[in-house]
């Protein structure tokens, strides 16, 4: 095995770790997490068995084999931000609902009172 | 909590009495002596101010001055807080809610005039009187101002002069609506589009705009042609929705 497909590999197990630990911690979803270790398992697979990227290049008509890599990720990672965004503005969406529900029911009558900070 | 109303669903419904909200967002400077012109030019009007998540003693000073305050644990913008005021008078059962600016840019004396025409109208804008004496925009803004306009007739077939106007009146239609429609990001001319599209009934009434009592424009002319741009882009984007109905 090439010594930079070793390195791969222990990257992508620390990087795969990292997830683990995080959805451990509940600073992250399973459902996120699985999808990430989704990705490292095609990295590791890639690492070990090198011959993979000739052939995604060929299907590809990529002529320059990292090329086409580099292609593959780029649009994985366009796809996942593509994802965080319609779920970063849904939660907006539901977190502008709370906030006036939570003003509509803490309404305060006309009269002396306290300050917010006070 | 003293003062609490607890829950806006529990208020007798007053169906008769106008709402008047007012948005404010870190307006301890001027909201206090726009409520009290308020009360004073409409005593019969219940007012609320829509404090947006200030800072400051904005909701204090409303509340001192005699409005329910309604205020949102976070800053959510001009649209969510609009939506906020119109929940307020659906619930209560208002049949007529009346949006002012908070920096006093809004007379409240006009609120008659815009009320008036809800009689025929679903939404009525209070637009800036390009012939009176008060306050007119000029240049730039003017500029703007006719742009978006156009842009906004183009799109919906509305006549509205003055589409970048929050003063603004709302009928049962209106109400029922945009308190559970909201616009954007770009609530004023966004909302007109959008009404046209839900077949409400839109018109306007000129009045005199003051000069804002506190605060300052951040517009530049770079802002401006980006602000612009992006209204443009948002109002387009509104007519390729699916149109929601009253």
Redesign the interface.
């Known amino acids: 095995m090439h010594r930079s497909s070793v390195i791969i590999l222990i990257a992508d197990f620390a990087l795969a770790l990292m997830m683990m630990h995080t959805a451990r911690r509940r600073r992250t979803s399973e459902r996120l997490v699985f999808g990430w270790l989704i990705v490292c398992a095609v990295i590791a697979a890639l690492a070990i068995w090198r011959e993979a990227i000739d052939v995604l290049a060929a299907a590809l008509d990529v002529h320059y084999p990292p090329s086409a890599l580099f292609l593959i990720a780029f649009a994985g990672l366009i796809a996942i931000v593509f994802k965080l965004s319609t779920e970063l503005a849904e939660d907006r969406r539901r977190l502008?609902r709370l906030?006036?529900e939570?003003?509509?029911?803490?309404?305060?009558?006309?009269?002396?009172?306290?300050?917010?900070?006070e | 909590?003293?003062?609490?109303?607890?829950?806006?669903r529990m208020m007798k419904p007053s169906s008769d009495q106008v709402v008047v909200f007012i948005l404010a967002f870190n307006e301890e400077a001027s909201i206090g002596a726009l409520v009290c012109e308020t009360r004073a030019k409409l005593p019969d009007a219940t007012i609320?101010v829509?404090d947006d998540g200030?800072?400051d003693?904005t909701?204090?000073r409303a509340?001192?001055?005699?409005?329910?305050?309604?205020?949102?644990?976070?800053n959510?913008g001009v649209a969510?807080s609009e939506?906020?005021g119109l929940?307020?008078a659906k619930?209560g059962g208002h049949r007529i809610a009346v949006r002012l600016d908070g920096d006093g840019q809004h007379d409240p004396a006009f609120v008659s005039e815009l009320v008036a025409q809800l009689s025929h109208a679903d939404l009525v804008v209070g637009a800036r009187s390009q012939d009176a004496k008060g306050y007119r925009a000029t240049g730039l803004r003017l500029i703007g101002a006719r742009y978006l306009a156009f842009v906004t007739r183009l799109l919906s077939g509305s006549r509205i002069t003055d589409v970048t106007s929050g003063f603004r009146a709302f009928g049962p239609a209106a109400i029922a609506y945009f308190s559970e429609h909201?616009p954007n990001d770009y609530p004023e001319p966004e909302s007109i589009v959008m009404a046209a599209r839900a077949g409400l009934r839109v018109t306007e009434v000129p009045v005199l705009m003051r000069r804002r009592e506190t605060g300052a424009s951040s517009l530049t002319f770079l802002r401006s042609m980006y602000y612009m741009a992006k209204v443009s882009f948002a109002l387009v984007l509104e007519t390729l929705r699916a149109p929601t109905r009253t």
């Open positions: 502008r906030a006036q939570l003003a509509l029911l803490s309404a305060t009558a006309p009269g002396p009172q306290k300050d917010r900070d | 909590m003293p003062g609490s109303m607890g829950d806006v609320v829509v200030s800072v003693a909701a204090a509340s001192a001055a005699g409005a329910w305050v309604l205020r949102h644990p976070f959510l969510a939506a906020t929940k307020y619930r909201v």
